[in-house]
């Protein structure tokens, strides 16, 4: 790191703590614990945060969360046949320990495993099919693509050896008022640059092959972010971490955590949309002038509004997303940060594959494939089509061959026509489709994530969502903010944005 560079970031690193301190003498009084906290969004980030609030607020302090549509929010499942089936954030890394750490609390436990077998598709035919046999998929993918393939696993392993610093600095109640801090304290300058580049360069500059990036990852970037190799390379790195074994999901359905945190930490559902967030000045016993956020909002029984100490946006401030009006602030809180979130329509049927659609040419009753992955190419018009199981297995349940009548949940960029599903099914009897907006468009380098502090005690989680999309990184930001949130309300300032962490807590654990 040149010098220029570090005197640079010191600069920028005292002038965050002064604007730090200057909030904090605007409202010398805010020593008790606050009374009133409020999220804007129930889903696995609002919930998340709900559950640390607590846990760094104590039983005091009334936490309310404002939800304008389902709990689970993106995490949603659908009924077809009798079983319900994850729609949205479906599969959960091993080493996702938040979401490991929910589980345990709520009593909950992982789905059972259900077989499964991968292939890729160009548009025309199936390049790839795994074998049921670990060394026939060790040779093939050896003759084909040498040691890139173990090369990329340890490239991801590297990552996210670094990204679990995370739970380390967590648990010693460490906390990061900016995303580019929180990246930098796991991963360095490293994770910086890999947040600024493409998935493609990062990967070209460690000497991966093009052919290795378009045949074998650029599947896994459209099956977990429906977008190619030239998503930024810290979202590309935990899409190639949501491609390897050990995969899980909750059992009942992933939105029962939300449900299940709520619960906990003894939050209030308040079941509307906030419309707008102001500021408003009250005077205090002490003689001097408070901040308190008024929440406007409008449920069933029409529109109200709370004061607040506290508040956290948990849902993304994005076109389409969210629309909330911040008033009173200066400089203004935008409703919309630049940047849009990208379209995945899912479409779940219930009926029988068509296996020529995919240029096989076994028997239905011997095809076995569950997951396909595509190409980035013009002749593959889908991201992935994949065979669901239930999110809660009945007894003596198996997948089955395409002989069999299953659910199938499609990704596509583009709703799917009447003719493209008479191509891909030969019969069905139901259909439903739901188009989200699933996650950032990412484009790096983007100009700046957006800031994780709105204003002296609002704050923004989904600001996350930028380096990448994940519940555990919800997760993780809800954790960050519930710390960050303490440590300014009480200005313990020095469990924010600590340098050299992890050389300063090796050992610790
Ligand atoms: C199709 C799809 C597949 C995915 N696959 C995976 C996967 O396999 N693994 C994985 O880890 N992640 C996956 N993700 C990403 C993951 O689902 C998200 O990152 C995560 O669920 C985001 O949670 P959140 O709570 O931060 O936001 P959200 O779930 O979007 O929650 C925000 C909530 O705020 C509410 N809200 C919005 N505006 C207002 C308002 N004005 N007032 C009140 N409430 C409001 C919304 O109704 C919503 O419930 C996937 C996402 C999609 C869509």
Same mark, same amino acid.
């Given at each position: 790191?040149?010098?220029?560079?570090?005197?640079?970031?010191?600069?920028?690193?005292?002038?965050?703590?002064?604007?730090?301190?200057?909030?904090?003498?605007?409202?010398?009084?805010?020593?008790?614990?606050?009374?009133?906290?409020?999220?804007?969004?129930?889903?696995?980030?609002?919930?998340?945060?709900?559950?640390?609030?607590?846990?760094?607020?104590?039983?005091?302090?009334?936490?309310?969360?404002?939800?304008?549509?389902?709990?689970?929010?993106?995490?949603?499942?659908?009924?077809?046949?009798?079983?319900?089936?994850?729609?949205?954030?479906?599969?959960?890394?091993?080493?996702?320990?938040?979401?490991?750490?929910?589980?345990?609390?709520?009593?909950? +436990?992982?789905?059972?495993?259900?077989?499964?077998?991968?292939?890729?598709?160009?548009?025309?035919?199936?390049?790839?099919?795994?074998?049921?046999?670990?060394?026939?998929?060790?040779?093939?993918?050896?003759?084909?693509?040498?040691?890139?393939?173990?090369?990329?696993?340890?490239?991801?392993?590297?990552?996210?050896?670094?990204?679990?610093?995370?739970?380390?600095?967590?648990?010693?109640?460490?906390?990061?008022?900016?995303?580019?801090?929180?990246?930098?304290?796991?991963?360095?300058?490293?994770?910086?640059?890999?947040?600024?580049?493409?998935?493609?360069?990062?990967?070209?500059?460690?000497?991966?092959?093009?052919?290795?990036?378009?045949?074998?990852?650029?599947?896994?970037?459209?099956?977990?972010?429906?977008?190619?190799?030239?998503?930024?390379?810290?979202?590309?790195?935990?899409?190639?971490?949501?491609?390897?074994?050990?995969?899980?999901?909750?059992?009942?359905?992933?939105?029962?955590?939300?449900?299940?945190?709520?619960?906990?930490?003894?939050?209030?559902?308040?079941?509307?949309?906030?419309?707008?967030?102001?500021?408003?000045?009250?005077?205090?016993?002490?003689?001097?002038?408070?901040?308190?956020?008024?929440?406007?909002?409008?449920?069933?029984?029409?529109?109200?509004?709370?004061?607040?100490?506290?508040?956290?946006?948990?849902?993304?401030?994005?076109?389409?997303?969210?629309?909330?009006?911040?008033?009173?602030?200066?400089?203004?809180?935008?409703?919309?940060?630049?940047?849009?979130?990208?379209?995945?329509?899912?479409?779940?049927?219930?009926?029988?594959?068509?296996?020529?659609?995919?240029?096989?040419?076994?028997?239905?009753?011997?095809?076995?494939?569950?997951?396909?992955?595509?190409?980035?190419?013009?002749?593959?018009?889908?991201? +992935?089509?994949? +065979?669901?199981?239930?999110?809660?297995?009945?007894?003596?349940?198996?997948?089955?061959?395409?002989?069999?009548?299953?659910?199938?949940?499609?990704?596509?960029?583009?709703?799917?026509?009447?003719?493209?599903?008479?191509?891909?099914?030969?019969?069905?009897?139901?259909?439903?489709?739901?188009?989200?907006?699933?996650?950032?468009?990412?484009?790096?380098?983007?100009?700046?994530?957006?800031?994780?502090?709105?204003?002296?005690?609002?704050?923004?989680?989904?600001?996350?969502?930028?380096?990448?999309?994940?519940?555990?990184?919800?997760?993780?930001?809800?954790?960050?903010?519930?710390?960050?949130?303490?440590?300014?309300?009480?200005?313990?300032?020095?469990?924010?944005?600590?340098?050299?962490?992890?050389?300063?807590?090796?050992?610790?654990?």
């Amino acid at each position: 790191m040149s010098l220029r560079h570090l005197s640079v970031k010191a600069l920028l690193f005292i002038g965050l703590c002064q604007v730090g301190r200057r909030g904090f003498a605007s409202a010398p009084e805010v020593r008790e614990p606050p009374k009133k906290i409020a999220i804007i969004g129930g889903g696995i980030g609002g919930t998340a945060a709900a559950f640390f609030l607590r846990q760094e607020f104590g039983p005091g302090v009334k936490i309310e969360v404002f939800e304008a549509g389902t709990v689970g929010g993106r995490l949603a499942t659908e009924n077809i046949g009798g079983y319900e089936y994850e729609t949205g954030g479906s599969i959960i890394h091993p080493l996702n320990l938040h979401m490991k750490y929910f589980l345990d609390r709520l009593g909950m +436990s992982p789905r059972a495993d259900v077989p499964s077998k991968l292939a890729i598709f160009d548009g025309k035919e199936l390049t790839f099919e795994e074998s049921d046999w670990f060394i026939v998929n060790f040779i093939r993918m050896l003759w084909r693509y040498g040691f890139y393939f173990i090369r990329m696993n340890m490239w991801v392993e590297g990552i996210l050896d670094k990204f679990m610093r995370i739970y380390q600095y967590q648990q010693f109640g460490y906390s990061f008022s900016s995303m580019e801090k929180l990246l930098h304290a796991m991963g360095g300058d490293g994770f910086l640059t890999l947040v600024n580049q493409t998935l493609e360069e990062a990967m070209l500059a460690e000497g991966f092959s093009q052919v290795f990036l378009n045949d074998m990852v650029a599947p896994i970037t459209r099956v977990n972010y429906g977008q190619s190799v030239r998503i930024n390379g810290f979202a590309g790195a935990v899409a190639l971490a949501g491609a390897e074994s050990g995969l899980w999901a909750v059992d009942g359905g992933n939105k029962l955590v939300c449900s299940g945190l709520l619960y906990q930490s003894k939050a209030e559902l308040v079941p509307a949309r906030v419309t707008t967030i102001s500021i408003k000045m009250r005077p205090s016993k002490m003689g001097s002038v408070t901040n308190f956020y008024e929440v406007n909002y409008v449920g069933e029984s029409g529109a109200a509004h709370s004061m607040y100490d506290i508040v956290v946006v948990a849902t993304p401030l994005h076109q389409g997303m969210s629309d909330i009006n911040f008033s009173g602030f200066s400089p203004p809180i935008p409703s919309h940060f630049p940047g849009r979130y990208h379209q995945t329509v899912a479409t779940l049927v219930h009926g029988l594959l068509n296996v020529s659609f995919l240029g096989s040419t076994e028997k239905p009753e011997d095809f076995y494939v569950s997951d396909v992955l595509t190409l980035d190419n013009k002749a593959a018009d889908i991201l +992935s089509l994949s +065979s669901l199981s239930p999110v809660k297995i009945p007894k003596g349940y198996t997948p089955g061959p395409a002989s069999k009548s299953k659910v199938w949940k499609i990704f596509s960029s583009q709703p799917l026509s009447q003719q493209h599903l008479q191509q891909i099914f030969l019969s069905w009897d139901s259909v439903w489709e739901k188009s989200w907006l699933a996650y950032p468009s990412y484009n790096p380098p983007h100009r700046r994530t957006p800031p994780f502090i709105l204003h002296d005690r609002l704050y923004y989680l989904n600001a996350v969502e930028w380096a990448a999309s994940a519940m555990e990184m919800s997760a993780i930001s809800g954790r960050n903010l519930a710390l960050l949130a303490h440590h300014r309300w009480f200005q313990q300032t020095g469990k924010i944005d600590q340098e050299d962490l992890h050389t300063r807590l090796r050992g610790e654990l």
